[in-house]
């Protein structure tokens, strides 16, 4: 009996392995072929930036709206709302309705940030630091859209698993930015030099070309160095002329811009169905890029809008309108947006905004290698470039056109005297604030309608003058003027999280100008230019 | 009993149910949106009792029936020492929210029951009295997060009793059931809304009263209804109501037609009209507190623009072969 115990024992051990080995399912080893075993997160965190309908049922265009379309989109003066919701006492209005901004931050913290950390970790198991750079790209272009929305977020503490996260103060978390940055960049440049490729099976951004990564990322970099620029000029200054020296450049082109391929990915553009699907129609052209689009008669309104049909003109809705009625706000009398479902692509970051980027550094004074006027002109040229239209020498040159007046066709109530006058070509006599302004009214024009970064950069510069909301319902909390500077915390957060939230409530009044609270009239901490009117 | 006349049916009872689901939200910040665990006991106990009396007073017959149901259920423990198994943290939850609007919510805590109603607040000063801002002449809301939410009520009864009596003479049989629901509360944000776009007789006698009475001083009704009532957070402290009300629920006259005269096949005839939910005799509700806005455990004592009760009369015929 002993004896044939024995032997039992050593057949059981000997084949452990095999037996124990599903044979229908794949191993660790060999999904790391092909980078098989990073692959889906990488395209999680690129699919989660900006919110889509991907067919997956887990994220829709109503999604998007929650994140930023009934937020950033609408305070940047890109669209006006024209869902009929809530008599129209809600966002638009500056009354937040909880549920309208939290997706921003719920998606990030459990959809980018979670799936970069399988990344970076199965990236070190693997010893490939260059995915992990990738991946800290992507992290850090998704990441700063929620920082920039809100302030203080959880964004070092991040990871461990615990039920309490602690949030960080917005300083330290560009800071951070510019450290992860900066290293990918020193990864990742080796690798495009010599022209190498990485999961070009899973990159629906750039298709695995890392040199398009490096510049996209070089631009990155440029992008929030000029955000702190009021908060640490110095850092911003550092992190820009760093971008300026990268050998790889920035991206310049329409092929090289940041964004989502149609031909790899199938999704539909969430402005499509929130224009066209939702209700009688929830987005239309805004008040604002009215003034600024008619005024300058830009070529590029075609491209962005369709004519009203009543006129075949360009009309815009404006913010904060109560008691709207669709058939005249939705339908003949407003201009909708010219958005194809399954051909517009979305933009992560346009090929002018790198040339803008480099037109306020240089006019700072900054080594960009380069004229202000001649990055603001390249600028305008590749906007026209992106778009496919023409017309860019004649609209470049024009010193005479300026924003036109708002008319509201339906209620004369809501018309605005033009919210700027400033005009499109260079003048290299203007003083600083109008060439300032020059640059980042164009540059909004240019990302249109990517209105996280239009609304972050009206914050920060105070341009474009954007027309304020008709009614003001943040009952005090926010200034019609000065208009809204961030959004609340998550009602979820305050709910799961407390005790956090309440931190990061202090770490927010400690570095906003002026201190505050979690509303919308306080700002963040680059935020603070001295605000004049 | 009483020459079998009095017939008595009575059923106490106690469950007590272990582990349940639940399904709590999680922080987003924390990498996770919900955990699925088991945990917890809720236990409860209550009685049924039917009582029911025959008393045949010469050719009339005189039935009177009741009904009493009572349920207490307490919830004795929600998850505790749950270890994250993410980071080992231990992880105790003695609150769990199960959902609501933006002013009212259903709260589970220990030593709660599994209908606790919690409601959005208005400001209030260092006294605890409502506060009123100085510059505005108007009342402020608080911020519609957990933490200012203050504890309303159970939405579910105390206890139930129906009573019912019919009358029998000579084939007509008259009878009325009384329904009688004592204890708990809703919330009708129906009548947030309403008072908020000044559409509500509570709004218009404020109008007419020139204000609405806060801590002793009339202030603008614009201003306070349109901030109680904001659709896009009701403030639900001041829109709750004792659900406790007592209706006619059910009455009824029929006739058994002695058919079986002139027809033999036919062994009875019974017409009848009958009513149901006919009046409310006492409400202090803006509707009728035993409609339901959702099926589920949870989610109930909110009234959310339901569609009115109904009142239903119809006639029976009724035929035996």
Redesign the interface.
């Known amino acids: 009996m002993v004896v044939t115990a024995t032997i039992m024992l050593a057949g059981c051990t000997k084949s452990f392995d095999d037996i124990n080995t599903n044979q229908h399912q794949l191993t660790d080893e060999e999904l790391a072929r092909d980078y098989q075993n990073v692959g889906a997160f990488f395209s999680q965190m690129v699919n989660r930036v900006v919110l889509f309908d991907d067919g997956s049922g887990n994220c829709l265009s109503s999604d998007y709206q929650v994140a930023q379309g009934l937020s950033a989109d609408a305070f940047s003066g890109y669209v006006g709302l024209t869902g009929t919701w809530?008599?129209g006492?809600?966002n638009g209005s500056y009354?937040?309705?909880?549920?309208w901004y939290d997706q921003m931050?719920?998606?990030a913290?459990?959809e980018v940030?979670?799936a970069w950390?399988r990344v970076t970790r199965v990236a070190g198991e693997m010893n490939q630091p260059a995915v992990a750079a990738l991946a800290t790209i992507v992290k850090v272009e998704a990441l700063h859209r929620v920082t920039d929305m809100y302030g203080p977020?959880?964004y070092i503490s991040?990871?461990?698993?615990?039920?309490?996260?602690t949030?960080n103060r917005q300083q330290d978390v560009y800071t951070r930015f510019f450290s992860e940055l900066d290293s990918a960049i020193d990864v990742l440049t080796p690798l495009a030099e010599s022209g190498e490729s990485l999961l070009p099976d899973y990159d629906n951004v750039y298709e695995g070309n890392v040199a398009r990564w490096v510049k996209f990322a070089n631009t990155l970099r440029l992008r929030l160095a000029l955000r702190v620029v009021y908060a640490d000029a110095a850092l911003a200054r550092q992190e820009a002329e760093k971008s300026a020296a990268c050998p790889l450049g920035f991206i310049e082109t329409a092929a090289e811009r940041a964004q989502l391929l149609h031909g790899r990915l199938t999704y539909f553009h969430p402005n499509y169905d929130i224009a066209y699907n939702f209700n009688a129609g929830e987005v239309r052209m805004g008040a604002t890029m009215d003034c600024y689009m008619n005024g300058y008669s830009d070529p590029r309104l075609a491209a962005y809008f369709v004519p009203a049909s009543s006129d075949n003109k360009y009309h815009g809705v404006r913010l904060g309108v109560h008691n709207m009625n669709p058939t005249r706000y939705a339908g003949a009398y407003i201009s909708n947006l010219n958005v194809d479902r399954a051909t517009t692509p979305i933009v992560w970051m346009t090929a002018a905004e790198g040339y803008f980027l480099r037109a306020e550094a240089a006019l700072r004074g900054w080594n960009m290698g380069g004229t202000a006027r001649a990055f603001y002109e390249a600028g305008i040229r590749a906007s026209f470039s992106e778009n496919g239209v023409s017309g860019e020498d004649a609209y470049i040159t024009n010193s005479s056109l300026i924003p036109t007046r708002y008319v509201d066709r339906t209620n004369g109530g809501n018309a605005a005297s033009a919210p700027s006058s400033i005009t499109i070509a260079w003048d290299d006599e203007a003083d600083f604030e109008t060439n300032l302004e020059r640059i980042i009214t164009q540059k909004w024009i240019a990302m249109f309608p990517d209105g996280c970064e239009g609304w972050a950069e009206f914050r920060r510069t105070g341009y474009p003058r954007l027309l304020p909301v008709v009614n003001n319902d943040s009952?005090?909390l926010i200034d019609t003027q000065i208009q809204v500077r961030r959004c609340?915390f998550?009602?979820?957060?305050?709910?799961?999280?407390?005790a956090?939230v309440q931190a990061a409530i202090q770490l927010l009044d400690a570095e906003a100008p002026g201190g505050g609270q979690?509303n919308g009239g306080t700002r963040l901490w680059w935020d603070r230019r001295v605000i004049d009117d | 009993m009483f020459r079998s006349r009095l017939k008595v049916n009575m059923t106490l009872y106690k469950s007590i149910t272990r582990n349940q689901f639940f399904y709590p939200t999680l922080p987003a910040s924390s990498g996770y949106t919900s955990a699925v665990v088991n945990g917890g006991r809720v236990d409860n106990e209550g009685v049924e009792l039917t009582a029911r009396y025959t008393q045949p007073l010469g050719p009339v017959t005189w039935e009177t029936y009741l009904t009493w149901t009572l349920n207490q259920n307490k919830v004795k423990e929600l998850l505790k020492n749950w270890r994250n198994p993410i980071d080992g943290e231990i992880y105790n939850l003695d609150e769990l929210y199960m959902g609501g609007t933006s002013g009212y919510q259903i709260r589970l805590t220990e030593g709660g029951t599994l209908s606790d109603v919690y409601v959005s607040t208005l400001k209030t000063d260092e006294h605890g009295a409502i506060y009123v801002n100085p510059e505005r002449q108007t009342v402020e809301a608080n911020p519609n997060n957990n933490a200012y939410y203050i504890y309303a009520g159970q939405a579910a009864p105390k206890y139930n009793l129906s009573w019912g009596n019919s009358i029998s003479f000579k084939g007509v049989t008259l009878s009325a059931l009384f329904a009688y629901r004592y204890g708990g509360i809703v919330v009708s944000e129906t009548q947030a809304i309403l008072d908020y776009y000044g559409a509500s007789e509570a709004s218009q006698n404020a109008r007419n009263d020139g204000g609405v009475l806060i801590n002793g001083k009339k202030i603008n009704p614009q201003g306070y209804y349109q901030t109680v009532g904001n659709p896009n957070g009701t403030v639900d402290s001041r829109y709750v109501y004792s659900a406790t009300n007592l209706r006619l629920a059910e009455l009824s006259i029929g006739y058994d037609v002695p058919v079986y005269r002139w027809v033999k096949w036919i062994k009875g005839l019974n017409v009848s009209f009958v009513a149901h939910n006919l009046c409310m005799l006492y409400n202090k509700a803006p509707y009728d507190p035993e409609m339901t806005s959702n099926t589920g455990t949870y989610y109930q004592g909110i009234d959310y623009f339901m569609q009115p009760s109904l009142r239903s009369m119809g006639f029976n015929v009724k035929l035996r072969f």
């Open positions: 809530r008599n006492v809600h009354s937040f309705v909880s549920g931050f719920t998606r913290f459990s940030m979670p950390q977020i959880p991040f990871g461990s698993g615990s039920l309490g996260t949030y009952q005090g609340p998550p009602v979820q957060e305050y709910n799961t999280n407390e956090a979690d």
